[in-house]
């Protein structure tokens, strides 16, 4: 397992960071159920497992499963005697909790609200990475900062982070923060997988200018990329995307990736899955990719993908096959930008 830096600062996490996503969906009964159902029991033998592999960092949110995935887990935590200072524990707010027309979004009101209420669930007494979940059209950035800050102030955060955000809000935002003197964002939780890399266009050109970590969610697009699908066959009854067809994918281009990580996976013998995850972990923006798990067996073979490296032909070709159509002002920038480079001085005799 390697580790890397959170964002710009001291803390390092696990390439692999375990989503608690599938935790407690049982108790739903609706569309958290179809996302994982694990209980207390199976909760602790997956979380037993991510850290025996080394996986220092788990991500969960109080929107899932309304409280009772962040509630496993900080039971699980308990349970496996897990040192406080051994684990990074990410959780995010944001989530519609109840029908409450304030028990949303990302108001000072939610986030002190949703804060305590996380903390004692987890059962803990700060949370190492607190994120906003979704982007709020409502709230004005700096209310959401301020509030984020005093947090970080009072010790009961330690760094945040967002999610689901456009480049240009988290740009602002960071400006915001380096004016105000606010804790600034040092990661953006968001999709990406070789079927989906929209955010390459503008998202990872700004991480990469302001030293933002990237933790990437549904890494193999909401099971898609499994192995399980293909054209010609139906999704399989205990798939999630039988129920919850999540995020959208462009079904064709995804086919052709498919096909293309099979006969990689088959050189080196591993599951289509592994070869996806491996691509991820390859692009250098990449700080950390979250996995899911509703059984040991899938979590063993994600966690697999570590120990798995791609050639230089393979990833070249796994890059081809799942290439964006460029979109203007991309192109207009690669056609432009190599004139600002100096050709080898000649110097004529």
């Avoid at 199976?42 to 788990?58: P, R, S, Y």
């Avoid at 991500?59 to 005697?81: I, P």
């Avoid at 606010?182 to 990469?208: H, K, N």
Wanted: one cysteine or more; glycine letters at 10%.
């Amino acid at each position: 397992m390697k580790y890397k830096q959170l964002g710009r600062t001291g803390l390092f996490v696990s390439e692999i960071c375990l989503g608690a996503m599938t935790f407690g969906g049982g108790a739903d009964g609706g569309r958290w159920k179809a996302i994982g159902a694990l209980d207390q029991g199976e909760t602790d033998a997956v979380v037993g497992g991510a850290l025996a592999a080394g996986v220092n960092f788990i991500d969960t949110a109080d929107v899932y499963s309304f409280g009772q995935s962040e509630r496993l887990l900080g039971q699980s935590l308990k349970n496996l005697g897990v040192r406080r200072q051994d684990v990074v524990i990410a959780t995010k707010a944001y989530g519609e909790m109840s029908a409450a027309p304030n028990d949303r979004g990302a108001s000072r009101g939610h986030v002190l609200d949703s804060v305590r209420g996380s903390l004692d669930r987890l059962q803990i007494d700060h949370i190492d990475l607190y994120q906003i979940h979704g982007n709020d059209t409502v709230t004005p950035i700096d209310e959401t900062l301020r509030a984020l800050d005093d947090l970080v102030r009072e010790g009961v955060v330690r760094y945040i982070g967002v999610s689901n955000w456009a480049a240009w809000k988290i740009a602002k935002a960071l400006g915001i923060s380096t004016a105000k003197n606010y804790a600034r964002f040092e990661t953006l939780q968001a999709y990406y997988s070789i079927a989906g890399r929209d955010l390459e266009r503008d998202l990872v050109p700004m991480l990469t200018e302001e030293q933002l970590g990237l933790m990437v969610w549904s890494p193999l697009a909401g099971g898609l990329l499994s192995g399980k699908f293909g054209p010609d066959s139906a999704a399989p009854n205990d798939a999630r995307r039988a129920s919850f067809d999540f995020p959208p994918v462009d079904k064709d281009r995804a086919w052709a990736c498919i096909a293309a990580m099979r006969e990689v996976g088959a050189a080196h013998g591993v599951s289509v899955a592994r070869v996806a995850l491996a691509w991820l972990l390859a692009k250098p923006q990449v700080m950390s990719v979250i996995i899911g798990a509703k059984t040991l067996e899938q979590l063993n073979d994600n966690l697999a993908a570590t120990t798995l490296s791609l050639s230089a032909e393979q990833l070249t070709r796994l890059d081809a096959v799942s290439a964006m159509t460029p979109e203007y002002p991309g192109w207009m920038f690669a056609m432009q930008g190599g004139s600002r480079i100096p050709k080898p001085f000649e110097q004529k005799v």
